[in-house]
């Protein structure tokens, strides 16, 4: 089983900044990738960031620019740092990692959620 744990969530005004950070513990054999998703209000879970072991990344594009995904592998931990936050990037944020376990399968996993709300 794996855990993943997300801190760093909170109420920022707008133009301000935060970093999230997501802790993968448990038992695995390697990380594939690990992402972040966001769920605003009435809306669909969305994918924010993504990155891959391999140090691949991607954005949506209305974060572009804004947020920056990194990843300390020695930790098992994914951050999300964002910058010039807006109102409409409020939401829950999700960590997601795809992991692949002792019998070589691979496993999507999610994190519990942190919120983020952005004052305008």
């Known amino acids: 089983q794996v855990q993943l744990v997300e801190s760093g969530g909170g109420l920022v005004q707008a133009g301000g900044s935060l970093r999230l950070s997501c802790a993968a513990s448990?038992?695995?054999?390697?990380?594939?990738?690990m992402n972040w998703y966001r769920q605003a209000p009435g809306k669909q879970r969305e994918v924010v960031a993504r990155?891959?072991?391999?140090?691949?990344?991607n954005y949506a594009d209305s974060v572009k620019g804004r947020f920056t995904i990194s990843r300390d592998n020695d930790k098992n931990t994914v951050y999300l740092q964002m910058d010039s936050l807006k109102p409409e990037y409020g939401g829950v944020y999700y960590c997601?990692?795809?992991?692949?376990?002792?019998?070589?399968?691979?496993?999507?996993?999610w994190g519990q959620g942190t919120q983020v709300t952005v004052s305008s």
């Open positions: 997601n990692a795809y992991v692949r376990v002792y019998s070589g399968r691979e496993i999507n996993y």
């Open positions: 448990g038992s695995f054999s390697s990380i594939i990738a």
């Open positions: 990155r891959t072991d391999g140090g691949g990344t």
